[in-house]
């Protein structure tokens, strides 16, 4: 089946400081991908909507300036929250998908601490 | 607007019950798909089942199945005899035209010994 590798699986930082989290298709070429952030007891929400070669789209209230998304290549997606404060602690999820395909394959996600 | 209600915050069992979780949803597009996905402690999203609207039969994986109703918008899910095991956040989800998922906000499920 199709793999979606995220990395790191958990990170810890000060305030102020950016983080940059991974989101690879394994054995499949995603053409598009997704970001959602989960806060604890709550449900996924989308952040944003990434096409490969393209610019991401972000959902209402989803600050682009602070969740830099890069869709470089078919098989790797980038989320660098700049500036990160106590309030972007939270999990990351993200997703992909081929272009024929409504199935998205989901990562592992990544836990963001943010003291 | 796509929305996707799951009434039932949180179910506790004891195992060996059969337990039915609850997803009702609105959208207005004639084609969607209805998703329900395990989320265990790790967090790890766990795919269980995709259903297309044309297609309104009930599936049986082993202990799982599932009804879709069409009329009632409803695409429930039910556990037979239910396994410590079980125990994990379940989320129903909805796909229209936009390709965007649309989460319900999830039923914690907790199975005792």
């Known amino acids: 089946g199709a793999v979606v590798s995220q990395h790191p699986s958990r990170v810890i930082c000060k305030s102020g400081t950016s983080v940059k989290i991974e989101c690879r298709s394994l054995?499949?070429?995603?053409?598009?991908m997704f970001w959602y952030r989960q806060f604890p007891k709550q449900s996924l929400m989308l952040m944003a909507t990434?096409?490969?070669?393209?610019?991401?789209?972000?959902e209402q209230g989803v600050e682009k300036d602070k969740f830099l998304i890069n869709h470089a290549s078919l098989t790797l997606s980038t989320l660098t929250v700049t500036s990160a404060h106590p309030e972007d602690s939270s999990f990351y999820i993200c997703?992909?998908?081929?272009?024929?395909?409504?199935?998205?394959?989901f990562g592992p996600g990544t836990r963001l601490t943010v003291l | 607007a796509q929305k996707v209600t799951q009434a039932q915050t949180e179910i506790s069992v004891v195992e060996k019950e059969d337990v039915t979780l609850d997803c009702v949803y609105e959208?207005?597009?004639?084609?969607?798909?209805l998703f329900w996905y395990k989320q265990p402690p790790s967090g790890e999203l766990v795919f269980l089942i995709r259903?297309?609207?044309?297609?309104?039969q009930n599936e049986i994986s082993g202990r799982y199945s599932w009804n879709f109703q069409k009329s009632t918008s409803s695409f429930n899910f039910t556990i037979t005899a239910s396994q410590v095991v079980d125990s994990a956040v379940y989320f129903c989800?909805?796909?229209?035209?936009?390709?965007?998922?649309?989460f319900g906000t999830g039923t914690r499920l907790q199975v005792f010994p």
């Open positions: 259903r297309n609207s044309f297609d309104e």
């Open positions: 997703s992909a998908r081929t272009r024929t395909r409504t199935q998205q394959y």
């Open positions: 990434s096409n490969e070669g393209s610019k991401a789209t972000y």
């Open positions: 989800a909805l796909m229209g035209n936009t390709d965007k998922l649309i």
């Open positions: 959208t207005r597009d004639t084609t969607y798909y």
């Open positions: 054995d499949f070429q995603a053409t598009t």
